[in-house]
DNA sequence: GTCTATAGCTGGATAGAC
DNA sequence: GTCTATCCAGCTATAGAC
């Protein structure tokens, strides 16, 4: 057994970890991710620079970190279950979710979904939660009978159409959140007529 | 009228320019803009860094120029006439050279379509091309039938969706351009039914 | 674990000679 | 227009005292 001593040292050591990548998130959700930078990220945090290599060993490790985190929320939003039993109703309250995740933090979308740090690849511990999550949206699409694999990236690129759009031509608004509904239906006719 | 020797001078400092920005779209091709920097521009060109400033008064002005080249580039894509008199098949034709152009030139796409230089703004006139352009898309959809804005906005959705999964998924490849075909079928029964 | 100090590098931009 | 030389700022990361 480990003594207690020793858990609350590793406690307070994942507090100030916590503290860390939290304050990193807010400078990232400001500026963009390829703003982050350890010295005002040490500033920020009132602590120096050197400090920060106490706790994660490079600013890849940060990122790595932080690419965690948000796989670990976007797999969380896919586990509170859907309201309805119609699978057309929860195919587009999964849409729904997934477009709220995405614009509502910018930077977690990017950093997650487009790859926008030259020399950053997520561990395979990072990454897993995502990869979990969205094999929970292709049951999601089997339970209204979508099972081609075709369907299943026009589906991806709907989406992800949408966040884009969103995201780059009406930030903060909702021109293209607001379409789900009509996109949805456009979707699941179109897999009915060409199975 | 502008003596011929002014001519000359004037030509040859286009073509200077000319050679600067070919040398910035090597670098940002390779790269991503980010990376673009004047000290390695100046290199490759084969002048020293103060020499860039000859021709562009800032990092900025020479974005704003690479800009203006892709705006240009993409309003030339919709010049040249399309084959067909069915308007389905053109408008097929037309979303098959919008993904080309976006896949076959990543940085290009990132500088046109996305935003992801903090602090450069694009001037009006190095804009004013994709503008253009945008407005034969809407006149190729109203050939369609399809003039609802809110169709308009699933169209472009749609567009970017499958050149964002194309890139970021499947660089190279053609897992998502290939949909091109069922996704405008797709599209436009929407329309149809939903007018 | 936290600090001071600093190494070592890269960046944009400018001064001034030629 | 082009150069050398330089300024000033930013960055990641490390050494070594405490």
């Given at each position: 057994m480990t003594p207690a001593k020793g858990d609350w040292r590793e406690a307070r050591r994942q507090g100030a970890r916590a503290t860390l990548l939290a304050t990193a998130w807010e400078m990232v959700r400001e500026?963009?991710?390829?703003?982050?930078?350890l010295r005002e990220l040490a500033r920020r945090a009132g602590?120096?620079?050197?400090?920060v290599y106490a706790y994660f060993e490079s600013k890849n490790a940060i990122f790595d970190a932080m690419f965690g985190e948000a796989a670990e929320a976007f797999a969380q939003t896919k586990v509170e279950p859907l309201d309805t039993a119609d699978p057309h109703q929860n195919l587009v309250a999964d849409a729904t979710r997934f477009v709220e995740f995405c614009t509502s933090d910018v930077a977690r979308y990017q950093l997650l979904?487009?790859?926008?740090?030259?020399g950053f690849r997520p561990s395979p511990q990072s990454y897993e939660p995502a990869v979990r999550a969205f094999e929970l949206t292709r049951d999601e699409l089997a339970r209204n009978g979508v099972h081609d694999a075709r369907h299943v990236d026009v589906w991806t690129a709907l989406m992800t159409g949408l966040v884009d759009q969103q995201i780059s031509?009406?930030?903060?608004?909702?021109r293209w959140s607001r379409l789900i509904d009509d996109v949805v239906r456009m979707f699941l006719a179109h897999c009915r007529n060409e199975p």
């Open positions: 500026d963009g991710l390829a703003a982050l930078s602590i120096t620079t050197p400090t979904f487009q790859h926008p740090l030259p031509n009406d930030p903060g608004g909702d």
